[in-house]
T-cell receptor
Framework: DAGVIQSPRHEVTEMGQEVTLRCKPI?????LFWYRQTMMRGLELLIY????????DSGMPEDRFSAKMPNASFSTLKIQPSEPRDSAVYFC????????????FGEGSWLTVV | GQQLNQSPQSMFIQEGEDVSMNCTSS?????WLWYKQDPGEGPVLLIA?????ELTSNGRLTAQFGITRKDSFLNISASIPSDVGIYFC???????????FGKGTHLIIQP
């Protein structure tokens, strides 16, 4: 079975450019999470959706960050404009309430803003 | 906000030794989970704990959900080279909530 699929795996972009990260959750899962991982701050929850509805976006750093989930099989995390301090690994994860809420992670999108 | 304190930050051990790491929280969680992350990969779930006092094993791994619901430990017995990686504890309040992660324990095994 396919796991959580993220793209791109790696991106290097210049400061000020728009970055769009994409995620396809595991089929049938109804919760989707976006996390950011850095050496300094570890794994931080940015935002999560239940049944495509954003539930808690208190972890989103600032207005430059936005996330959407137009349907049950796709989500995007957008950074506009990007800054060097946004460099991190961004993970998407999904789960299904009823399966012990086990949360499965994708392999991450490695973002470098120069 | 909630914080998880995970210790130790890193461990340097010999192959075959047992490993113990733990997490404490400033507030209660209703679910505790332990993940392992290999370089270049996302975290992979090792053990999930759903009840206070619960002790669960998965092969050489054993984890416990503290009675106070504010702590958990993970033990690895007879470590092998493939155990190398970063181990994260995570707490969850409600079933549909996101996870709060500890900062991780880097496990390094010397042959």
């Amino acid at each position: 079975d396919a796991g959580v699929i993220q793209s791109p795996r790696h991106e290097v972009t210049e400061m000020g450019q728009e970055v769009t990260l994409r995620c396809k959750p595991i089929s049938g899962h109804n919760s989707l999470f976006w996390y950011r991982q850095t050496m300094m701050r570890g794994l931080e929850l940015l935002i999560y959706f239940n049944n495509n509805v954003p539930i808690d976006d208190s972890g989103m750093p600032e207005d430059r960050f936005s996330a959407k989930m137009p349907n049950a099989s796709f989500s995007t995390l957008k950074i506009q404009p990007s800054e060097p301090r946004d460099s991190a690994v961004y993970f998407c994860a999904s789960s299904f309430a009823g399966d012990g809420n086990t949360i499965y992670f994708g392999e991450g999108s490695w973002l470098t803003v120069v | 906000g909630q914080q998880l304190n995970q210790s130790p930050q890193s461990m340097f051990i010999q192959e075959g030794e047992d490993v113990s790491m733990n997490c404490t929280s400033s507030s209660i969680f209703n679910t505790w989970l332990w993940y392992k992350q290999d370089p270049g990969e996302g975290p992979v779930l090792l053990i999930a704990l759903y009840k206070a006092g619960e002790l669960t094993s998965n092969g050489r791994l054993t984890a416990q959900f503290g009675i106070t619901r504010k702590d958990s430990f993970l033990n690895i017995s007879a470590s092998i080279p493939s155990d190398v990686g970063i181990y994260f504890c995570a707490g969850q309040l409600g079933g549909a909530d996101g996870l709060t992660f500890g900062k991780g324990t880097h496990l390094i095994i010397q042959p």
